[in-house]
């Protein structure tokens, strides 16, 4: 999809425009919301993000790409939900349903079940250990080693300087290390 294109029917307030942004976008969001928050609010931080890009499509410049800017401000509704949840002492809660069903639909292997079991365990691991990341640290290592976001994307999107963003990704890289050795010691 032309970028250009979306943007201009954005701001003409097309219908079809509106539909393209949830469906290329709303994944993205929810993803980032996901890692940045670790909680069940993904499906509100996804319908604020798209209402604050809706309210402030006409303002848009086009000074950085639009997903930059989207990201942007996801992180800005992620973070305005930190402090909501600091406020109020909040506990973060992460409810997955349905999930198991998957599992049952076709008999496995013993070990097709040996190697899912160990690649459950491991996602696992590095999910707990990502859970007692900062929340910068989180979003840091998602956008860079799952998303695959340039640093200057990241930059952009964060609104720091490069330098910055590698230092700290590579720290947070290391504090994840560190999480998932003393896992392994104590495991």
């Known amino acids: 999809m032309n970028e250009k294109l979306l943007i ?4 003409k ?3 079809w425009a509106y539909e393209v942004l949830y469906r290329e976008y709303a994944p993205k969001i929810g993803s980032i919301a996901k890692s940045f928050l670790n909680s069940d ?3 509100d931080v996804v319908q604020d993000v798209i209402i604050r890009v809706l309210k402030g499509i006409k303002k848009f410049r086009g000074d950085s790409k639009l997903s930059t800017w989207i990201y942007r401000i996801t992180v800005n509704v992620c973070k305005d939900y ?3 949840y600091k406020r109020r002492n909040e506990v973060f809660t992460d409810f997955q349903e349905g999930e198991e069903d998957e599992y049952y639909l076709q008999p496995k292997s013993s070990e097709d079940i ?9 996602a696992e691991r590095v999910r707990m250990a990502l859970e007692k990341l900062s929340p910068e640290d989180r979003l840091l290592i998602k956008l860079r080693d799952v998303d695959d976001l340039s640093y200057e994307e990241i930059a952009n999107i964060l609104q720091k300087p490069v330098g910055t963003i590698k230092s700290r990704l590579h720290y947070a890289r290391q504090r994840l290390r560190k999480i998932l050795e003393e896992g392994e010691e104590n495991g």
């Open 114 to 122: 040996l190697k899912d079991s160990l690649l459950e365990i491991t």
């Open 13 to 15: 307030g097309q219908n």
């Open 8 to 11: 201009d029917a954005l701001k």
């Open 41 to 43: 609010d993904v499906d």
């Open 82 to 84: 930190l402090q909501r």
